[in-house]
């Protein structure tokens, strides 16, 4: 099966511990990105790599880093979460990342009691 | 600014009945155009894009989209809604390696 796979699909944690999600393509795309959904279902960009490489770095808090060890793979890593962390994280792909469409996972729900 | 607007939060309609999504845009060069779909507890699922050429766009489960660059507008539609169409609905601009979704429609479908 091809697509786009993110685990754990839920995780409970509490305020100042380390957590990481991690996120693989099956689909052979060279780009791929991590959205956070709040809870309002507003979605906004945090990163984009492309072959490896950092493309897009939205002003997110420096506590968050994300890890590409290669294209197929995508891993956030979240030091000392806050409360404001709780959302949906959602793994993505495109063929290209200039202007493609993308294949999105099913997301990690992140609760930071 | 680069902006994609969704004016309508909430969406209730019956089944059978045909439908209309609102989508608002802001880009000064040529949109790429996307709607995508999210049910509950899932990810986003591709419904339709527009790159360029007819502006009206043919997608998955009988939706279309027609674009207007006139009134820099990307409105989704279908005929006839079915109660398993209740979900989320979010139209969103490609700008180069990003893609900003609007804020999102929830669509009820009254069986």
């Known amino acids: 099966e091809t697509a786009v796979f993110q685990t754990p699909n839920y995780h409970v944690t509490q305020v100042g511990n380390e957590v990481s999600f991690n996120c693989k393509q099956t689909?052979?795309?060279?780009?791929m990105y991590w959205y956070k959904q709040d809870s309002k279902k507003l979605l906004k960009i945090m990163f984009s790599?492309?072959?490896?490489?950092?493309?897009v770095n939205e002003t997110v808090p420096r506590r968050f880093s994300p890890q590409s060890s290669d294209k197929a793979h995508l891993n956030l890593r979240i030091k000392s979460v806050e409360p404001e962390d709780s959302a949906v994280y959602l793994c993505?792909?495109?063929?290209?990342?200039?202007?493609?469409?993308?294949?999105f996972g099913s997301g990690t729900r992140l609760l930071v009691i | 600014a680069q902006s994609v607007t969704q004016p309508d939060a909430r969406v209730t309609v019956s089944e059978g009945a045909s439908l209309q999504l609102r989508c608002k845009y802001s880009?000064?060069?040529?949109?790429?155009l996307f709607w995508y779909v999210q049910y509950p507890r899932q990810g986003l699922q591709l419904l339709l894009k527009?790159?360029?050429?007819?502006?009206v766009v043919q997608g998955v489960n009988s939706f279309e989209a027609e674009f207007s660059k006139s009134n820099s507008s990307f409105h989704l539609q279908k005929a006839s809604v079915h109660w398993s169409d209740s979900a989320v609905y979010f139209c969103?601009?490609?700008?180069?390696?990003?893609?900003?979704f609007g804020t999102g429609t929830s669509l009820l479908v009254d069986p």
């Open positions: 993505a792909s495109s063929l290209q990342g200039w202007n493609s469409d993308y294949t």
């Open positions: 689909l052979g795309h060279d780009t």
């Open positions: 790599y492309n072959n490896k490489q950092l493309i």
């Open positions: 880009y000064s060069a040529t949109p790429y």
């Open positions: 527009y790159y360029s050429g007819d502006p």
């Open positions: 969103a601009l490609s700008m180069g390696y990003k893609l900003t």
